[in-house]
């Protein structure tokens, strides 16, 4: 089997270390690719294409940059199925997920070509006579995105969409266990004309490729999705970078005890067992009224005893990235189960015709909210369900993690719902709706330990990708002073 190669200065070419690594597909365990193991010298090479390509880029005006993001989005359209189906077998996510995907790729290409026509600064007065004051955007300068592998193709859309439109040039690390996602979506990039230098692709490790990418003195930015402790570590190494945090969640839904519990239930299966628990938004806990709990449990019960676990062309939850997320998930099942929450399905590995890193959907309840599994990240089908006796203490409990990413109320009680938009501390609220489920063109991000600050997508994901420049013009011909000369 012959390596897929890096995309560096507008060519196919091999790591100088020689080495490649495999991409299993996690349903069959079998492989579905070779790649480039790179090093610090491919990232060097990337770095010297991007800031080589960057001064044309930069110039070439915003509104012809974003004929190249339309015409990504219809080769996306255009290779959608085809797109779909790799992500199942590489990534594992059930089909109709993985159109999703693709779809939220074609949206924020779509989305951010408009954007070629805004990239609004801002004007207004100076204090002084004749002197004009404004502000315009610029790009950051040639920039890192290294992305995780549970949207494969959406998230590396939502940081380069921006980041091109802007007039950054790209250093691209996509995670080791979707390269060939990556690596299809480059050649979609290139078929679309995107400039020689603009987009580099390099494969590899987050020790080698990662790190490099963060430590780079020529780049100037960095845009990381991934877990906490990446997050920080990045952050640590990156020194002055302009560094934007996509980190995790511990989100939850609250259902009150007027909710819709057909409607709730059906949110809370999406939310939590939806895309095998691996999304940054899954739904992890539930807290729950105690005068509707055991009729929600039973509910709940019913409806995920029905989905079908297995490869994702044919099932309903398809299987999790890879043999750590496996373990990673048993082991939190034995931890929930020693800390005294009461199992009520699932918590175990499954193979499917003896192969494959399925895990059964795991429900817990009677947790305490200070239980590990009501607190860490899991990234797996696992749920929390937590009693509470009224909103204030829902809110509480919700309230209660180190992360801010997510959050949804099921009532049918307005104030609550305001209140819970009110005091719910997480970057996004639902009501009456799943804890996912977030669309291109609404700002997406967390805060507390989720993330940094940084939004993406939406009119805000361009302030991740570009500079401003304060401009002041003054047409008086004479020395004018500001502070000092006001009248
Ligand atoms: C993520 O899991 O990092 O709202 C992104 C959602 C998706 C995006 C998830 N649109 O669940």
Redesign the pocket.
């Given at each position: 089997m012959k390596a897929h190669k890096n995309y560096i200065d507008g060519k196919w070419v091999s790591s100088s270390s020689g080495q490649a690594f495999e991409s299993l597909n996690p349903a069959t365990e079998s492989v579905i690719g070779k790649f480039q193991k790179s090093n610090k010298e491919d990232v060097k090479k990337a770095v010297a294409a991007a800031d080589k390509a960057f001064h044309n880029w930069r110039d070439t005006p915003a509104p012809a940059r974003a004929k190249y993001l339309w015409k990504i989005k219809d080769l996306l359209i255009e290779n959608k199925e085809k797109l779909a189906r790799l992500e199942v077998q590489e990534m594992g996510k059930v089909i109709t997920e993985a159109r999703g995907d693709v779809q939220?790729a074609i949206d924020i290409f779509e989305y951010m070509a408009g954007e070629g026509r805004r990239l609004f600064g801002h004007t207004t007065k100076s204090e002084l006579r004749d002197k004009f004051a404004m502000s315009v955007r610029n790009p950051v300068g040639v920039v890192g995105l290294i992305t995780?592998w549970?949207?494969p193709i959406?998230?590396p859309a939502w940081k380069l969409a921006p980041a091109l439109i802007c007039g950054n040039t790209i250093v691209f690390k996509p995670s080791s266990d979707t390269p060939l996602c990556a690596v299809e979506l480059i050649k979609i990039i290139e078929k679309a004309g995107v400039p020689r230098g603009v987009v580099n692709l390099v494969t590899g490790s987050g020790n080698d490729v990662g790190a490099e990418i963060v430590e780079n003195p020529k780049i100037y930015g960095v845009s990381f999705?991934g877990s906490k402790e990446t997050g920080e570590n990045i952050l640590k190494s990156a020194g002055v970078k302009k560094v934007g945090l996509?980190l995790g969640g511990k989100n939850v839904i609250i259902v009150m005890d007027d909710a819709n519990l057909e409607l709730a239930v059906s949110g809370v299966v999406w939310g939590a067992f939806g895309t095998t628990g691996q999304?940054?938004?899954?739904t992890s806990r539930v807290v729950v009224h105690k005068k509707v709990k055991k009729k929600f449990e039973s509910m709940l019960l019913n409806r995920v005893k029905k989905l079908k676990l297995g490869p994702g062309e044919t099932s309903d939850i398809g299987p999790l990235i890879n043999k750590s997320a496996v373990e990673k998930s048993a082991r939190y099942s034995e931890i929930g189960k020693a800390e005294g929450a009461k199992l009520l399905c699932g918590g175990k590995p499954v193979k499917i015709n003896g192969r494959g890193y399925f895990f059964q959907p795991t429900i817990f309840t009677d947790c305490k909210p200070d239980m590990k599994i009501c607190r860490e990240e899991i990234f797996g089908p696992i749920l929390a369900i937590i009693e509470t006796k009224n909103f204030d203490e829902a809110v509480k409990i919700a309230n209660g993690v180190e992360y801010g990413l997510?959050s949804s109320i099921y009532t049918e009680n307005m104030n609550f719902a305001f209140r819970a938009i009110n005091e719910l501390e997480t970057g996004l609220t639902y009501i009456n709706s799943s804890t996912?489920?977030?669309?291109v063109h609404l700002p997406?991000g967390g805060v507390k330990g989720t993330g940094n600050g940084a939004r993406e997508a939406g009119i805000l994901g361009i302030e991740e990708f570009s500079e401003i420049k304060t401009v002041y013009f003054d047409y008086s011909g004479k020395l004018q002073k500001a502070q000092i000369d006001n009248e």
């Amino acid at each position: 089997m012959k390596a897929h190669k890096n995309y560096i200065d507008g060519k196919w070419v091999s790591s100088s270390s020689g080495q490649a690594f495999e991409s299993l597909n996690p349903a069959t365990e079998s492989v579905i690719g070779k790649f480039q193991k790179s090093n610090k010298e491919d990232v060097k090479k990337a770095v010297a294409a991007a800031d080589k390509a960057f001064h044309n880029w930069r110039d070439t005006p915003a509104p012809a940059r974003a004929k190249y993001l339309w015409k990504i989005k219809d080769l996306l359209i255009e290779n959608k199925e085809k797109l779909a189906r790799l992500e199942v077998q590489e990534m594992g996510k059930v089909i109709t997920e993985a159109r999703g995907d693709v779809q939220e790729a074609i949206d924020i290409f779509e989305y951010m070509a408009g954007e070629g026509r805004r990239l609004f600064g801002h004007t207004t007065k100076s204090e002084l006579r004749d002197k004009f004051a404004m502000s315009v955007r610029n790009p950051v300068g040639v920039v890192g995105l290294i992305t995780p592998w549970n949207f494969p193709i959406a998230i590396p859309a939502w940081k380069l969409a921006p980041a091109l439109i802007c007039g950054n040039t790209i250093v691209f690390k996509p995670s080791s266990d979707t390269p060939l996602c990556a690596v299809e979506l480059i050649k979609i990039i290139e078929k679309a004309g995107v400039p020689r230098g603009v987009v580099n692709l390099v494969t590899g490790s987050g020790n080698d490729v990662g790190a490099e990418i963060v430590e780079n003195p020529k780049i100037y930015g960095v845009s990381f999705t991934g877990s906490k402790e990446t997050g920080e570590n990045i952050l640590k190494s990156a020194g002055v970078k302009k560094v934007g945090l996509e980190l995790g969640g511990k989100n939850v839904i609250i259902v009150m005890d007027d909710a819709n519990l057909e409607l709730a239930v059906s949110g809370v299966v999406w939310g939590a067992f939806g895309t095998t628990g691996q999304r940054c938004t899954a739904t992890s806990r539930v807290v729950v009224h105690k005068k509707v709990k055991k009729k929600f449990e039973s509910m709940l019960l019913n409806r995920v005893k029905k989905l079908k676990l297995g490869p994702g062309e044919t099932s309903d939850i398809g299987p999790l990235i890879n043999k750590s997320a496996v373990e990673k998930s048993a082991r939190y099942s034995e931890i929930g189960k020693a800390e005294g929450a009461k199992l009520l399905c699932g918590g175990k590995p499954v193979k499917i015709n003896g192969r494959g890193y399925f895990f059964q959907p795991t429900i817990f309840t009677d947790c305490k909210p200070d239980m590990k599994i009501c607190r860490e990240e899991i990234f797996g089908p696992i749920l929390a369900i937590i009693e509470t006796k009224n909103f204030d203490e829902a809110v509480k409990i919700a309230n209660g993690v180190e992360y801010g990413l997510s959050s949804s109320i099921y009532t049918e009680n307005m104030n609550f719902a305001f209140r819970a938009i009110n005091e719910l501390e997480t970057g996004l609220t639902y009501i009456n709706s799943s804890t996912i489920g977030s669309e291109v063109h609404l700002p997406f991000g967390g805060v507390k330990g989720t993330g940094n600050g940084a939004r993406e997508a939406g009119i805000l994901g361009i302030e991740e990708f570009s500079e401003i420049k304060t401009v002041y013009f003054d047409y008086s011909g004479k020395l004018q002073k500001a502070q000092i000369d006001n009248e």
